[in-house]
């Protein structure tokens, strides 16, 4: 117990952006480098890192352990060395249990669970602000920090390569895909059935642009949302006032799987249908590393001339849909002509033709969604 309460820093003091902190941790080596955006912590086009064999101890430890311990001890040193007083810091990991143990707080084994408490004890003495990030593997190998922990360093970013275009936390899905994400969008939104004008479906999705973020209420089209992974906080609190105001209109999200704390568990209460696109689809190709998470969030009111759902979250169509799309999902780079990115026809129509049957999956589940019967007014009133 102290006399004076303790207090956590929400906006950072100093001139920086922000640190960025790498690290990666094998069976008998570990490695971590360190980039400083805005200032110069080494010489300019050089990373601070380090890289080392673990003790025939540590090696007996899980990977979970060596992977936190990897990266809290270097933040620690950052620390004693000063680096972090009023910083924001982003510690990246390819380890989902270490990100998920952070943001809840604790973990039920005890040793990881006193590393998680000595990274937020390190963040209150310095006033940094520490973002835990989870990064696909494949990410961790082309920025060259999974060879560092194996004693590599002729790849990625110790091979010269520019550590700020490493992580697009700035882009959104539709940028990053060069609109490949809006084009599939709209293929399975606007290519169902036309003819019924009172359809939620009978116009195309909106691309929203950070500036149709504030004006949401002079458009009453379909949203779809691709923000940037960095912006999400602010755009779960737009769309739920949103949400609010303008119950009937439909959304569709298309987010990276970067920084899921943000929106994950908040979205996930609206979205009557979330699946994953494992990167190597056409439209979200092996270079995006992590996979793309898609949730659609169907109108929830009754109005005049509206014929559509009221909530269809955990109901056996979205289920039903939801296991088929994240299977056929999984993994399109690799498996067979049964997956959803493949055709069963000739060779040289698959790759124009690359989504058919998961377009066909997303069109029935919207057809059966406008089925389904509406809440009546007399409830609504």
């Given at each position: 117990?102290?006399?004076?309460?303790?207090?956590?820093?929400?906006?950072?003091?100093?001139?920086?952006?922000?640190?960025?902190?790498w690290g990666d941790?094998?069976?008998?080596?570990?490695?971590?480098?360190?980039?400083?955006?805005?200032?110069?912590?080494?010489d300019p086009?050089?990373?601070?890192?380090?890289?080392?064999?673990?003790?025939?101890?540590?090696?007996?430890e899980?990977?979970?352990?060596?992977?936190?311990?990897?990266?809290?001890s270097?933040?620690?040193?950052?620390?004693?060395?000063?680096?972090?007083?009023?910083?924001?810091?982003?510690?990246?990991?390819?380890?989902?249990?270490?990100?998920?143990?952070?943001?809840?707080?604790?973990?039920?084994?005890?040793?990881?669970?006193?590393?998680?408490?000595?990274?937020?004890?390190?963040e209150?003495?310095?006033?940094?602000?520490?973002?835990?990030?989870?990064?696909?593997?494949?990410?961790?190998?082309?920025?060259?920090?999974?060879?560092?922990s194996?004693?590599?360093?002729?790849?990625?970013?110790?091979?010269?390569?520019?550590?700020?275009?490493?992580?697009?936390?700035?882009?959104?899905?539709?940028?990053?895909?060069?609109?490949?994400?809006?084009?599939?969008?709209?293929?399975?939104?606007?290519?169902?059935?036309?003819?019924?004008?009172?359809?939620f479906?009978?116009?195309?999705?909106?691309?929203?642009?950070?500036?149709?973020?504030?004006?949401?209420?002079?458009?009453?089209?379909?949203?779809?949302w691709?923000?940037?992974?960095?912006?999400?906080?602010?755009?779960?609190?737009?769309?739920?006032?949103?949400?609010?105001a303008?119950?009937?209109?439909?959304?569709?999200f298309?987010?990276?799987?970067?920084?899921?704390?943000?929106?994950?568990?908040a979205?996930?209460?609206?979205?009557?249908?979330?699946?994953?696109?494992?990167?190597?689809?056409?439209?979200?190709?092996?270079?995006?590393?992590?996979?793309?998470?898609?949730?659609?969030?169907?109108?929830?009111?009754?109005?005049?001339?509206?014929?559509g759902?009221?909530?269809?979250?955990?109901?056996?169509?979205?289920?039903?849909?939801?296991?088929?799309?994240?299977?056929?999902?999984?993994s399109?780079a690799?498996?067979?002509?049964?997956?959803?990115?493949d055709?069963?026809?000739?060779?040289?129509?698959?790759?124009?033709?690359?989504?058919?049957?998961?377009?066909?999956?997303l069109?029935?589940?919207?057809?059966?969604?406008?089925?389904?019967?509406?809440?009546?007014?007399?409830?609504?009133?």
């Amino acid at each position: 117990m102290c006399e004076n309460p303790a207090t956590r820093t929400c906006r950072a003091t100093a001139s920086i952006l922000g640190l960025y902190l790498w690290g990666d941790a094998s069976g008998k080596g570990f490695g971590t480098a360190v980039f400083a955006e805005g200032e110069r912590m080494v010489d300019p086009g050089e990373v601070d890192y380090e890289a080392a064999h673990w003790e025939a101890r540590c090696q007996l430890e899980s990977s979970n352990w060596r992977e936190a311990h990897n990266l809290t001890s270097r933040a620690e040193d950052l620390g004693k060395q000063g680096r972090l007083t009023g910083k924001e810091m982003f510690l990246l990991t390819d380890n989902d249990t270490f990100e998920n143990c952070y943001y809840k707080g604790h973990s039920t084994s005890p040793k990881l669970n006193d590393i998680i408490f000595r990274l937020h004890k390190l963040e209150r003495e310095t006033g940094a602000i520490f973002h835990v990030i989870h990064v696909a593997g494949s990410r961790m190998m082309w920025v060259g920090i999974d060879g560092l922990s194996r004693g590599d360093l002729m790849t990625g970013i110790m091979a010269g390569k520019d550590p700020l275009t490493c992580l697009p936390l700035h882009l959104g899905a539709n940028e990053r895909s060069g609109g490949g994400v809006r084009r599939w969008a709209n293929s399975w939104w606007w290519g169902s059935k036309r003819t019924n004008r009172t359809s939620f479906t009978a116009r195309p999705l909106k691309l929203l642009t950070p500036e149709d973020w504030f004006t949401l209420y002079e458009n009453d089209q379909p949203r779809l949302w691709c923000p940037p992974p960095a912006a999400m906080a602010t755009v779960v609190e737009l769309f739920n006032d949103d949400r609010l105001a303008r119950p009937e209109i439909p959304h569709v999200f298309c987010v990276p799987r970067l920084m899921t704390h943000l929106w994950r568990k908040a979205l996930s209460k609206d979205a009557d249908l979330i699946f994953t696109v494992e990167a190597g689809a056409s439209f979200w190709p092996t270079g995006m590393h992590e996979p793309l998470i898609v949730l659609v969030v169907l109108p929830i009111l009754f109005v005049p001339l509206h014929r559509g759902p009221w909530v269809m979250r955990g109901g056996e169509c979205a289920v039903g849909y939801k296991a088929a799309l994240d299977s056929g999902f999984k993994s399109p780079a690799r498996d067979g002509p049964e997956e959803l990115h493949d055709v069963g026809g000739p060779v040289c129509g698959v790759r124009s033709d690359g989504e058919r049957e998961s377009r066909d999956f997303l069109r029935k589940f919207l057809e059966e969604a406008k089925t389904a019967p509406s809440v009546s007014g007399r409830l609504v009133r």
